[in-house]
C-alpha cells in the first residue's frame, strides 16, 4: 500500500522548481523504492503568474498561511531563503504540527537556535540536508552513517563560485577578476558574488556542519571568515609549484573543549584529497575516530542536485514516524577557539621596494615573534614590485599576526601583506 | 527518556570485536545523539576463552539459537561471514522477529534473494551497510540520500587489497608478486590473497551496490570478473606516461532495459577522482540524473571502521519504528549486458619475438575485426622479448576478444595479449 505525502512548497524559484521537476520525473522510481508517492499539494510563490507558466493541476497561493491550515499537507518545504519572512514561515509551521524541510543555511546558521529547539520537542521534524552541499548527502552522513563516530574534524571546500574562480587562476593563470568574471558568464556567480567571495556563505555551511560534529551550539558571528578576494594569480602559481593547491576551506577542528573553526583561503598538499577538487564541485571531508578520513564529493549547488536533497529529506522525514530523533543534538555552546591559540605553517607573500636591506628587516619583524622561515623565494622585479614569497616553519598565529602588522608599517611594503595557512 | 537496544552478537572476530570497542568507547556519544543506549547483551562465538580475554559482563554462548530466543534481544549483528551456518542464522532470525545486521557480503550477494525477501515482509529489518566500503556510508547514500534519483553509473574502487598491490606498482615500480608480498606484511593482504586479487570480493560488492542502484535481481554468476594477477609493472608504467591510472574497478552501468556490469582492470583519466585513490582506501562513485557525479571515499575494510558501519544500521534500524521502508526493492532479474554489445577504448600488451613481419600481423588481426589503432609504442627488447602498447579507437569488445584469440595462436607471441579497458 502505498502512502501518500503531500507537501506545501514555498518558494517557486530555482530549487523550488526542481523539487517540481525532480518529483515529475523520478517520482515513480521513488514510490517504487519506498513505497512513498510524494505529491506538491500546492505552491506558495509572490509570482503566481510565472508559477502557472510551468505547472498545472497545484493550488497555487500567495498566502503561506494557507498550507499551514491545510491538515493535508504534511510537509512544508521552505526554499525561499534568507531570514524573514522564511523564520517566521519555519516556527509557525513547526508549531502547527508540520515537517519543515529547507535549504536556508543563512537562516539556520545565523538564527537557528529557536528553531533547533521547536524541532527537538519532536511534534514535528526538521530536515536541512539541502542547506549544505546541494546534491551531496554529506548531513545525513554525519548524523546517520557516522553516528558512532567522534568527529575530530570537519573541512570542506563548501562554495561553488569560489572553487571555480580558484581553479581557473590556478589552472588558466588567470587573474581573480577574470576568473570572477568568468564564473558570473557561466552562471557559477551572481552580479553581486559578495556573499560567495568574501566566504560568509561557507561561514554558514561550516557552521551548520560544526554543530551536528560537535554538538554544540556555534555562534556564528564568531567564526573566523576571509575570502579570496585578495588573493593573486602569484600565489595559486607559487603554490602549485610547491607542490600545493590554494582553497577556500570551511575547517572546524575539536581543540581541547572548543572548537577552531574557520573560513579561509587555504594551502593544502596536491596529494590531498581536497586538493583535487576543480571547478564548481564542492567536497567535505570528516576525521573520525573510528572509520578514519571519510570524503564526499559532488555538486554542491544547482537546482536539480539541491532538489535531490530536498526530495531525500522529504522522505527520511515520511519513512520516521519514530519521533524520538532529535534533529540536532546541541548540548550548550562552543567555546570558539582563538586564533591566537592556532599553530602551523603559513604562506606569506610580501611585495616590496627593490633596494637594499630589506630583506634584514623583514626577518627581523618575524624573528622577533618567534616566527622561523622555512623557504624563501624572490623573484623577478615586476612592474613596480618585489615579490617576496616566504613559507614558515610552525608558528603561533597571533605571533605571525603581530610580525604582519609591523611590516605592513614598513614603507618598502607594495601591498598589505597576504598570509595563507598551510593545513598539513 | 533513553531506550535502550540489546544486540546480539554472532562472530567475535575483527569486526566483532571492533563493534564491542566502538560501543564501549561510544556508547555515551551515540545515547547524547540518538537517544539510544546500545548494549550488547550476548556474544555467541565457538572461542568462548579467547572472547573472555577481551569481555566482561556480557553472556557467552556458543550457540547461537539462544540469541533468537531471548526476548529482550531486538537486534543480531551477524558477523561470521561466508555462506553457512551464516544464511540459516540470518534466516531463523528474521523469521523470529529479530532484526539483522550483517557485513556477510558474499551471503547476501551469492545467496541474498530468500534473506531480501524476507526482509521485505517487514516484520524485522536487516541491515548491510558493513558489508560495502567499510566505514563509507555508500549504501545509506544510495538508499535515501539519492533516493530520488536514477542512478545511471556505479563504480568503485571496492577492495582495498588490490588497490594496494596497484598504487604500489604504480608508484613504486615493484611487480605484483612483490607488492602482494608487501601486502601480506602489512595485515593488507590475507595468506590465501584469491578471493582479492581474482576479484571476487569486489564482485560482491558492485553486485549487491547494483541490485540497490537498480532495483533489478543481479546474478553473481552472471558478473565478469577479472582480477590482477595478470598486470605486470610495463602496464602501470605505461599507463602513467599515458595520464592514467590502472585501477581494480566494479563498474555497472544502466545499459537500454540492462546492466552492464564488471569488475576488471581499468585505465581511468588522472584527472578522475577514482584515480586518486591510493593505497587501502576504497570508493564509489555514482552518476545520478539529478545530481550529477556524487563520489564517497574512506577506509573500506578494518576493525573500527566496519564497526562504524555496524553500528550506523543498528540505530537506523532502531529509530525507524515505520516498517514499511523496503529493506531493498527489486524488481525481477536484471538482464546482463554481455561484452559483445560493449564498445570502449582499450590497451593492449603484446611480448612478442624480435623479428621482422610481426607487426604487419598484428595490425591485420586487428583490422579484421574493426579495431583500429589509435597510438602504439613499440619499447626496447627486453630480456627475451619486445613490448608492443596498443592503444585502440572505440572498438567492440566481442571484436577485440576475437582478435586476441588470433593474436595469441601466432608463434612469435610470448606470453597471452593483455587487454585493460578504457574507461572514458
Redesign the interface.
Known amino acids: 500500500m502505498k502512502?501518500k505525502v503531500k507537501i506545501g512548497l514555498v518558494g517557486f524559484g530555482t530549487v523550488g522548481s526542481?523539487v517540481y521537476e525532480?518529483?515529475k520525473?523520478?517520482g515513480a522510481?521513488?514510490s517504487?523504492?519506498?513505497?512513498?508517492e510524494l505529491e506538491i499539494k500546492t505552491i506558495c510563490d509572490l509570482r503566481l503568474d510565472y508559477v502557472k507558466e510551468t505547472v498545472s493541476n497545484i493550488n497555487l497561493t500567495t498566502n503561506w498561511k494557507d498550507l499551514l491550515e491545510d491538515d493535508e499537507i504534511e510537509t512544508i518545504v521552505e526554499l525561499i531563503g534568507g531570514i524573514e519572512p522564511a523564520r517566521t514561515i519555519i516556527i509557525e509551521a513547526l508549531k502547527a504540527g508540520k515537517n519543515i524541510v529547507t535549504a536556508n543555511k543563512k537562516l539556520l546558521a545565523e538564527a537557528g537556535t529557536e528553531i533547533f529547539e521547536l524541532s527537538n520537542k519532536k511534534s514535528a521534524k526538521l530536515g536541512f540536508?539541502a542547506s549544505v552541499g546541494?546534491?551531496?548527502?554529506c548531513l545525513?552522513?554525519l548524523?546517520?552513517?557516522?553516528?558512532?563516530?567522534?568527529i575530530d574534524k570537519v573541512a570542506g571546500i563548501l562554495n561553488g563560485t569560489t572553487n571555480y574562480i580558484l581553479t581557473k587562476m590556478e589552472e588558466d593563470g588567470l587573474s581573480f577578476a577574470e576568473s570572477l568574471a568568468e564564473a558570473q558568464k557561466l552562471g557559477f556567480a551572481e552580479a553581486d558574488p559578495t556573499f560567495d567571495i568574501e566566504g560568509y556563505d561557507a561561514g554558514h555551511k561550516i557552521t551548520l556542519l560544526s554543530m551536528l560534529a560537535f554538538?554544540k551550539n556555534i555562534d556564528y558571528k564568531s567564526v573566523e571568515m576571509e575570502g579570496i578576494t585578495k588573493l593573486e594569480t602569484i600565489d595559486t602559481e607559487y603554490a602549485r609549484s610547491m607542490g600545493y593547491a590554494v582553497k577556500l576551506l570551511g575547517i572546524a577542528k575539536r581543540s581541547g573543549n572548543g572548537v577552531d573553526i574557520s573560513v579561509r583561503p587555504t594551502l593544502i598538499h596536491e596529494?590531498h584529497?581536497l586538493a583535487?577538487v576543480?571547478n564548481e564541485f564542492n567536497a567535505i571531508m570528516f576525521e573520525?575516530?573510528?572509520?578514519?578520513?571519510?570524503?564526499?564529493?559532488?555538486?554542491g549547488a544547482g537546482s536539480?542536485?539541491t532538489?535531490?536533497?530536498v526530495?531525500?529529506d522529504v522522505?527520511?522525514i515520511a519513512?520516521?514516524?519514530?519521533v524520538?530523533?532529535?534533529a540536532i543534538?546541541i548540548?550548550g555552546n562552543a567555546e570558539i577557539v582563538l586564533s591566537s591559540a592556532r599553530n602551523s605553517r603559513y604562506y606569506l607573500r610580501i611585495f616590496t621596494d627593490d633596494k637594499p636591506g630589506i630583506l634584514q628587516k623583514l626577518a627581523g619583524a618575524l624573528a622577533e615573534n618567534n616566527v622561523s622561515i622555512s623557504s624563501l623565494v624572490q623573484e623577478e622585479y615586476e612592474g613596480d614590485h618585489v615579490p617576496l614569497l616566504f613559507i614558515t616553519h610552525e608558528a603561533n598565529e597571533a605571533g605571525i599576526k603581530k610580525s604582519i602588522e609591523k611590516i605592513n608599517t614598513f614603507d618598502f611594503i607594495k601591498k598589505p601583506v597576504m598570509m595563507i595557512r598551510i593545513e598539513d
Open positions: 502512502r526542481g525532480l518529483i520525473k523520478n522510481v521513488i517504487k523504492r519506498t513505497d512513498i540536508e546541494g546534491g551531496i548527502p545525513q552522513a548524523k546517520s552513517g557516522l553516528v558512532g563516530n567522534r554538538n596529494e584529497p583535487s576543480r573520525n575516530d573510528m572509520t578514519g578520513p571519510v570524503f564526499l564529493y559532488g555538486k536539480l542536485p532538489a535531490s536533497a526530495v531525500s522522505i527520511q519513512l520516521k514516524s519514530d524520538e530523533e532529535s543534538t548540548e
